[in-house]
Each structure stands twice: as C-alpha cells, then as structure tokens.
T-cell receptor
Framework: GAVVSQHPSWVICKSGTSVKIECRSL??????MFWYRQFPKQSLMLMAT?????????EQGVEKDKFLINHASLTLSTLTVTSAHPEDSSFYIC??????????FGQGTRLTVV | QQQVKQSPQSLIVQKGGISIINCAYE??????FPWYQQFPGKGPALLIA?????SEKKEGRFTISFNKSAKQFSLHIMDSQPGDSATYFC?????????????FGTGTRLTIIP
C-alpha cells in the first residue's frame, strides 16, 4: 500500500508552546488529508479535513485557532497545536487519500504537554 | 457523524480459533466498509475492505461478511495467531476516493492466547 509518513513520532513540549506535526504522502499525491485525535483505548476522532490549496474543514467542537492545519502541497499537510496545554496531550494521526486510492494512515504522533 | 456500533469491546481467543468482530451502521448512504488493525503506538493499517455489492470478501485468513438488509458487517479471523493481538476498528464511508470521511467504530481489543 501507499506510504504516509508522519513526523515526529513523539514529542514532549512545555505548556504554552506550539508544536508542529507533519504528514507526508511519500508515493502519491494526496488531494485530501485528514487529521484525527485518539485518546487511550478509544477510537479515532476526526478533527479536520484538508484539501490541497484550500482551508481546512473542522469538525464540530474542534477549535480552529488551536489546531492550525496547512495543506500547502499535494504531499504535505501540517497540524500545529498552538499554546499547547496538558489536556492537548494525545495521539494525533493523519491520513491521506487521492482520487485513485483509499485513505492510508500515518504512524501517529504522541504529544505530551508538560 | 453517523454512528457505527462495534462489538465486542474486547475479545480473547485461543490460538488457532476464530475471532469474530461485529459492526452495525445506520447511514444507508455508506457504501465502503474497511477494517483497520492498530498496534499500540502505531497508526491504523487497512486490513480488508468490502463494498455492498458483495456479501463476503476473503483475503488470506481474514474474511468480511456483509449483510446489507441488516446493515451489519463482521470480520472473521481464521486460525487466529498471537501476532493478531491488536485493536481492530471497523469503519464506514461513502465510496468517494479522495474525500472519504471515515466513521469509525469504537474498537475491539483482540488478545490471542496460546
């Protein structure tokens, strides 16, 4: 299957700082990328959908000023957690899809805010 | 998001046995039903998927059974192995590559014991 690379795999940051997570589709052009959040032993919750070159569409209850998403190219989307707080600690996962493929998931990023 | 109900929450199966996980959906517009396998600290990986024009799909030891009238689908893992121990998520979406918004089930933690 296609490869979606997410970086970093884990990050620890201080409360109040911002953290950027990258999601890259390595062998196909992703017209759409999705960002999910997963709490321990829970399912994936869709945060937002981003299409290349346009603004992301956020799910209800997700703060767009808190979770900034940029999808500047067909192979890269970034999620920036701004002014992170301990309650933002979670596992963040991206997925990427194109017109010709189903969605493939990245390996996830474990964010810990201390 | 429309719900996808998944059961059981956890499952313990002896090595060599059959693991069965069930899902039910509400939205009749769903026409793509994938199953994902997730290991701790990793992103989900697509295992097998089915469309509603067939009632069963088999890939190796993994089989999806689909009942359109009942709006139910299930994953069967034959000859279950310890390496199959993971969390399994069913999902559903409208089959629209490039913009499929997956609705996930709540997950099943599968443990295969020797």
């Amino acid at each position: 299957g296609a490869v979606v690379s997410q970086h970093p795999s884990w990050v620890i940051c201080k409360s109040g700082t911002s953290v950027k997570i990258e999601c890259r589709s390595l062998d196909f052009q992703a017209t759409t990328m999705f960002w999910y959040r997963q709490f321990p032993k829970q399912s994936l919750m869709l945060m937002a959908t981003s299409n290349e070159g346009s603004k992301a569409t956020y799910e209800q209850g997700v703060e767009k000023d808190k979770f900034l998403i940029n999808h500047a190219s067909l192979t890269l989307s970034t999620l920036t957690v701004t002014s992170a707080h301990p309650e933002d600690s979670s596992f963040y996962i991206c997925s990427a899809s194109s017109r010709y493929t189903e969605a493939f998931f990245g390996q996830g990023t474990r964010l810990t805010v201390v | 998001q429309q719900q996808v109900k998944q059961s059981p929450q956890s499952l313990i199966v002896q090595k060599g046995g059959i693991s069965i996980i069930n899902c039910a959906y509400e939205n009749t517009a769903f026409d793509y039903f994938p199953w994902y396998q997730q290991f701790p600290g990793k992103g989900p990986a697509l295992l097998i998927a089915i469309r509603p024009d067939v009632s069963e799909k088999k890939e190796g030891r993994f089989t999806i059974s689909f009942n359109k009238s009942a709006k139910q689908f299930s994953l069967h893992i034959m000859d279950s192995q310890p390496g199959d121990s993971a969390t399994y998520f069913c999902a559903a979406s409208t089959h629209n590559f490039g913009n499929e918004k997956l609705t996930f089930g709540t997950g099943t933690r599968l443990t295969i014991i020797p």
